[in-house]
C-alpha cells in the first residue's frame, strides 16, 4: 500500500508536556482519516507538525513515498497539504477572493494582482465542490459556516491534496454539519484525501473510512470506522468504557427557585430577542432549553445573570425580585453561570489557572485575610479543582489559562462553578467541544447538583444532550417560549418540530 502522508514515530515535547509521544498516522488517497482524541490528546499538535508550524523532536514525514522536511506552512502549501485552523484566519473587511488570493499568487509571482480572473477560478471551484460561495462578498457579512468553506476555497485554490480539518463542525449549525459532510464526500470524490480531527464518534461513523486514536500523546491505533463501534473507539480514546446513556433517578422537585415572568429582553442589536417569556425552574430539577441557536437562549440567560436588562417582566430569584440587581449581587445571592462564551465571560486568559478558579470568591475567608491574599489557600482550593474535573495543562494551577486547550478551559469553569455549589446553576452549553469521557463526567456531576436540590436551568443545542439530562424542556423560537414538556413523555421528533417552530398540535 502506498500513501500520501506517512508520519511516522512524530514525538513533540513542550514545556512540561510530551504532546506527541511516538506517533505514527498514514493517510491513504482519497480517504476520509479521522484523528480521534480528548481534549488535549495532541491532535492539533501533530496537524500542525504536518502543515509546518512546528518541527517535531524526533521522527520522519513521508509524502508519496518521499522524506520531506515541512519547514514552514508555505513549504506545507507547495507540497499540497492545506489545513482549515480552529480560528480561521480571514481579513473581515476584505473580501472572499481578496482572502483567497492573499499571500498565494502575490507571493509567488509577486505580479499585480488579477482580482477579476481570480473570481473567475474561484465560482468555478466552489461549483465543482459545491460550496456555494459568493466571490465577491465581505468576510464580514458571510456566516461562520459560509467563512469556512472560504477556507476550503483557499486550500483548494492552491492545488491542496491533502486537507487537514481542526474540529470543523464546533462551530457549525447542525445542518452546516451536514452541509459540511457533503462537501467532503465531494472533494473525495475528486481525489483529495482528508484527515478529520473531532471527538464526536457520530461524525467519524457518518464520514471517516479510517480512525486513529491518540491518548495522552501516544498513539492507541488505527482501525476500520465500519468494523468498529462508536463504544470501542470511545473506549480507546478514554481508556476506560464509557456510558453514553446517562444514568438518573426521577427528580424530585421541591419549590421554585427562579421564575421568570412575561420577560422581554432586548439584546445587543437592540432587538427584542427574548419576548414575553415565563418559566419557573425548581430545585432539585433540571430544566432544559432547546432551540435552534439565536432564538432567546442568550437573552435568557444574560437576563438572568444580570448581562442584559429586562425590557419589561421580572425575575425573581427565591422569593426576591433580582430583575435590577447587579451581576455581582446574583452571583452573591446564588447564581452560577457556565457561560456561551468562556473567553470573553468566563475565564481572563492571562491569569493562572488558580486566579481563575477564585475570580468570584478571592475576597472571601479564607482566600483574603484582612485585605490578603492567602496564596495557600487558593492553591489547596484550585488544586481541589483541577483534579476532580480533570482539567490538564502543563503547569498544573500556575499554568497560564491561555496555554490551555478549549476543552480543558471548559472542564475548569464547569469545575469552578459547581464548586460554588450555587442554588441555580445556569450551564450554557456545558460539554460543547468536549470529549465523550468529559461530556460523561460533566452530565454526573449536574445530575449530582439537581439530585442534592439545586436549580438547574440547562441551555444547549445538542438536543440529545437536552433530552438525556433534563427533567422538563422548554422550546424557544422566535425569542417565545414555544412548548415546555415533560422529557419523560416527548420524544426528539415532537421537539425537532417545535425548535422549527411548530406548536404542540399544530401539526396537520
Ligand atoms: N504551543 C504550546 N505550548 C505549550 N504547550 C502546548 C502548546 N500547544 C499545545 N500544548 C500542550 O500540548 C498538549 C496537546 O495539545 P493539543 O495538540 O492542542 O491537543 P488537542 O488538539 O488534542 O486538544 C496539551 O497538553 C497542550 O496544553
Ligand atoms: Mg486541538
Known amino acids: 500500500m502506498s500513501y500520501v502522508v506517512e508520519m511516522l514515530n512524530i514525538r513533540k515535547e513542550f514545556p512540561g508536556v510530551v504532546a506527541n509521544d ?48 515541512i519547514s514552514n506552512p508555505n513549504v506545507a502549501n507547495d507540497l499540497g497539504i492545506g489545513m482549515v485552523h480552529q480560528h480561521f484566519k480571514l481579513v473581515e473587511n476584505f473580501t472572499v477572493t ?38 465577491y462578498a465581505k468576510i464580514e457579512d458571510i456566516s461562520v459556516g459560509m467563512q469556512q468553506r472560504v477556507e476550503i476555497l483557499k486550500m483548494l485554490y492552491r492545488n491542496a491534496e491533502v486537507l487537514i ?3 470543523p463542525t464546533a462551530v457549525l449549525t447542525p445542518q ?21 480531527i473531532t471527538h ?33 473507539m470511545a473506549e480507546m ?72 436588562k429586562a425590557e419589561s417582566g421580572s425575575i425573581v430569584f427565591g422569593e426576591e425580585s433580582i430583575t435590577g440587581s447587579s451581576i455581582r449581587e446574583r ?20 491569569y493562572s489557572l488558580e486566579e481563575n478558579m477564585v475570580l468570584e470568591v478571592y475576597r472571601k475567608r479564607p482566600f483574603s485575610r484582612r485585605g490578603l491574599l492567602n496564596k495557600g489557600a487558593i492553591r489547596d482550593y484550585s488544586a481541589g479543582i483541577i483534579s476532580s474535573f480533570d482539567v490538564r495543562s502543563g503547569q498544573g494551577g500556575q499554568s497560564i489559562a491561555r496555554s490551555l486547550s478549549g476543552g480543558n478551559q471548559q472542564k475548569a469553569i464547569i469545575g469552578r462553578e459547581i464548586e460554588l455549589n450555587p442554588d441555580l446553576l445556569i450551564a450554557v452549553q456545558p460539554t460543547r467541544g468536549l470529549d465523550v469521557g468529559s461530556i460523561e463526567y460533566i ?34 423560537n422566535g425569542g417565545e417560549l414555544i412548548g415546555l414538556v415533560n422529557a419523560a413523555e416527548t420524544t426528539e421528533n415532537e421537539i425537532g418540530l417545535m425548535m422549527a417552530g411548530v406548536k404542540k398540535g399544530e401539526r396537520a
Open 22 to 69: 511516538d506517533i505514527t498516522l498514514r493517510l491513504e488517497k482519497g480517504e476520509i482519516h479521522a484523528l480521534l482524541g480528548e481534549n488535549g490528546a495532541g491532535k492539533s499538535t501533530l496537524m500542525s507538525i504536518l502543515f509546518g508550524m512546528y518541527q517535531p523532536d524526533r521522527g520522519t514525514i513521508r509524502l508519496n513515498d518521499k522524506d520531506v522536511r
Open 98 to 135: 481578496q482572502n483567497i488570493v492573499l499571500g498565494s499568487e502575490s507571493r509567488k509571482f509577486g505580479l499585480v494582482l488579477d482580482l477579476k480572473s481570480a473570481s473567475k477560478r474561484i465560482e468555478q471551484l466552489s461549483k465543482q465542490y459545491g460550496l456555494n460561495v459568493d466571490p
Open 165 to 167: 480539518f481542526d474540529e
Open 176 to 196: 452546516e454539519i451536514v452541509e459540511l459532510g457533503k462537501i467532503m464526500k465531494n472533494l473525495i470524490a475528486e481525489g483529495k484525501s482528508i484527515i478529520l
Open 200 to 232: 464526536k464518534l457520530k461524525e467519524i461513523k457518518a464520514l471517516a473510512d479510517r480512525c486513529t486514536v491518540i491518548r495522552r500523546g501516544k498513539s492507541i491505533g488505527t482501525v476500520e470506522v465500519a468494523e468498529t463501534s462508536e463504544a470501542t
Open 237 to 308: 480514546m478514554v481508556g476506560r468504557q464509557v456510558v453514553f446513556k446517562v444514568e438518573k433517578k426521577p427528580a424530585a422537585p421541591g419549590k421554585r427557585v427562579l421564575h421568570v415572568d412575561n420577560l422581554s429582553v432586548k439584546n445587543s442589536k437592540k432587538v427584542l430577542g427574548l419576548k414575553n417569556f415565563s418559566l419557573d425552574v425548581h430545585a432539585g430539577e433540571i430544566v432544559g432549553v432547546a432551540g435552534v441557536e439565536g432564538n432567546g437562549q442568550t437573552e435568557l440567560v444574560e437576563a438572568i445573570t444580570g448581562l442584559l
Open 331 to 350: 452571583i452573591e445571592k446564588g447564581i452560577g453561570h457556565i457561560p456561551e462564551d468562556r473567553h470573553k465571560r468566563g475565564l481572563v486568559l492571562d
Open 443 to 476: 452530565h454526573k456531576r449536574l445530575i449530582e447538583q439537581r439530585d442534592k436540590g439545586k436549580a438547574v436551568l440547562l441551555v444547549s443545542l445538542e438536543l440529545e444532550e437536552i433530552m438525556n439530562l433534563s427533567d422538563r424542556i422548554a422550546i424557544v
